[in-house]
Antibody
Framework: QVTLQESGPVLAKPTETLTLTCTVS??????????VSWIRQPPGKALEWLAH???????SYSRSLKSRLSISKDTSRSQVVLTMTNMDPVDTATYYC???????????????WGQGTTVTVSS | SYELTQAPSLSVSPGQTASITCVGF??????VSWYQQRPGQSPVLVIY???RRPSGIPERFSGSHSGNTATLTISGTQTMDEADYYC????????FGGGTKLTVL
């Protein structure tokens, strides 16, 4: 059974750097055709993709947030880590990590989602 | 930047058919997935590859795709289907629509 579990601080101060960890089980972050994405959802708003890392270590970032984001994986710990610098109150959101699966060379589905971790940015 | 457009809301009566659309430029070149997000819960994949249903998803959920429009159809809508629904495509990055809030009453 595939599971993903997000962890990190529930509260961050403006200008701080946020570090979130996604611990996966039931699959390897190195499995071919797979990856892990981070997605966030501000209260009452839509889903927003932030970044992903694939089985081949390829990474990609949201254009609007690229300068603030970094994603990496630790295969030995089955973890994917997202850091976001210079946090602001508008970054208050629930942050999800998800399993990505390339069911076609030009298509990805987000098969399993973590429960999400809510981060509030406030001084 | 590439956008997927969904109507913000849709209301249907129990037992009716709900059709939720997703429109995007050149969406015809892409496969579309759909996610259901009930209040306070994480999203769940309900359709991928335009029309494929993951195991465990009820048969009343179906998908279709014609040109630049993809459609999620819920036949015989139940009160438990009340949720936000998001379309998603891949363009070297993950793209989401803005979501459609489905109300069943």
């Amino acid at each position: 059974q595939v599971t993903l579990q997000e962890s990190g601080p529930v509260l961050a101060k403006p200008t701080e750097t946020l570090t979130l960890t996604c611990t996966v089980s039931g699959f390897s972050v190195n499995n071919a055709r797979m990856g892990v994405s981070w997605i966030r959802q501000p209260p009452g708003k839509a889903l927003e993709w932030l970044a992903h890392i694939l089985w081949n270590d390829e990474t990609s970032y949201s254009r609007s947030l690229k300068s603030r984001l970094s994603i990496s994986k630790d295969t030995s710990r089955s973890q994917v880590v997202l850091t976001m610098t210079n946090m602001d109150p508008v970054d208050t959101a629930t942050y999800y990590c998800t399993q990505m699966y390339f069911y076609d060379t030009r298509a990805v589905s987000l098969d399993v989602w973590g429960q999400g971790t809510t981060v509030t940015v406030s001084s | 930047s590439y956008e997927l457009t969904q109507a913000p809301s849709l209301s249907v009566s129990p037992g009716q058919t709900a059709s939720i659309t997703c429109v995007g430029f050149n969406l015809g070149d892409k496969y579309v997935s759909w996610y259901q997000q009930r209040p306070g819960q994480s999203p769940v994949l309900v359709i991928y590859g335009d029309l494929r249903r993951p195991s465990g998803i009820p048969e009343r959920f179906s998908g279709s795709h014609s040109g630049n429009t993809a459609t999620l159809t819920i036949s015989g809508t139940q009160t438990m289907d009340e949720a936000d629904y998001y379309c998603q495509a891949w363009d070297s990055t993950i793209l989401f629509g803005g979501g459609t809030k489905l109300t069943v009453l």
